[in-house]
């Protein structure tokens, strides 16, 4: 029998630009996946249900690309809010395709990250990108950038697009998050951005800003400057809502939460889903986001990335 957890995470800057190869930084978080995985019977099945590809689409990609062998029992446990933008299902490949690699003698953080993207992409029809994923693995801060740089992980291409995955320096921070309650679809929000950026030149020079925002964020991140990097979530929230990502909702629990934290922004594709407050008075931020109508937690950044036993 095998345990595998892996991380959720959010974006913390540079969400969006980086279709357009600018750099993003994404955190793993400590809300976790965990999945036991016990080989034994004829068919698979997920918490005593039958391994359905429509119902466990994830689950059923990862068997097909990794096991033929006898049947699983697999049992799910997500300590993850089912809030659009977190990496939930990254965060259940990652354990789940953690565990399939344990159970095959063949795991290794870079093997668990690329097959996770493979699941990922199959299940979501090849829109997937791997940052959710690669976070999710590595845990910790990791940058995506379009060129390699230093502390580099690995580089991961589809088509014409290549990641290139880093990890990158991050002192402990408290996030709080702020769920919405809507939801918006990543591929609707990516399709309006570029859009956007086709016919307009200031959709252009917003996603360069958004690079510039982000590299900053980079060294602020590094440098432990919690005060500056708040500062560069506020600026890209705002560019974020010139693109036209930002709701009416996102835009208030960001409001609400900036007096207490350092600064605010959506995170993920906007258009519903979370947004992320940088704070020290962390009970103070998620009561005023409960205030508003936000369904609040309370987050650090997960250091280990995905674990198994
Ligand atoms: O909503 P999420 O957390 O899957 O983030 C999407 C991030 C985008 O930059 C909008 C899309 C992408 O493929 O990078």
Request: net charge neutral.
């Amino acid at each position: 029998m095998v345990t595998a957890k892996a991380p959720g995470k959010a974006i913390l800057l540079g969400e969006h630009a980086v279709v357009f190869g600018e750099p993003a930084i994404a955190v793993a978080l400590d809300l976790e996946t965990t999945v036991t995985v016990d080989v034994g019977g004829e068919r698979s099945q997920v918490n005593e249900r039958p391994l359905n590809h429509k119902a466990h689409a994830y689950l059923y990609e990862a068997v097909k690309l990794l096991w033929d062998e006898r049947g699983l029992d697999i049992k799910v446990e997500s300590g993850l809010p089912s809030a659009g933008g977190l990496g939930s299902s990254a965060a259940l490949t990652v354990a789940f395709v953690a565990a399939l690699s344990k159970l095959r003698d063949d795991f290794s953080e870079e093997a668990v990250a690329r097959r996770s993207y493979e699941v990922e992409s199959a299940a979501q029809d090849g829109r997937a990108s791997p940052t959710d994923t690669s976070t999710s693995t590595h845990g910790g801060a990791v940058l995506v950038s379009k060129d390699r740089g230093e502390k580099f992980l690995w580089r991961i291409s589809r088509g014409e697009r290549t990641w290139n995955l880093h990890e990158t320096p991050c002192p402990d921070i408290t996030l709080v998050v702020g769920y919405t309650g809507e939801r918006g679809r990543t591929a609707d929000q990516v399709a309006k951005v570029a859009r956007f950026v086709e016919k307009n030149a200031l959709g252009r020079d917003v996603i360069k800003d958004i690079g510039t925002v982000t590299r900053q964020g980079k060294s602020a991140l590094a440098d432990g400057d919690l005060k500056r990097l708040g500062a560069l979530m506020n600026r890209d929230h705002d560019l974020l809502h010139i693109l036209g990502v930002s709701t009416p909702r996102l835009d208030a629990l960001v409001e609400a939460a900036r007096p207490h934290s350092f600064g605010a922004k959506l995170t993920g594709a906007g258009g519903g889903g979370c947004m992320i407050a940088l704070t020290e008075k962390p009970e103070e931020t998620a009561a005023a986001i409960l205030l508003r109508g936000g369904e609040p937690h309370i987050v650090k950044v997960n250091k280990a990335g995905v674990t198994v036993q």
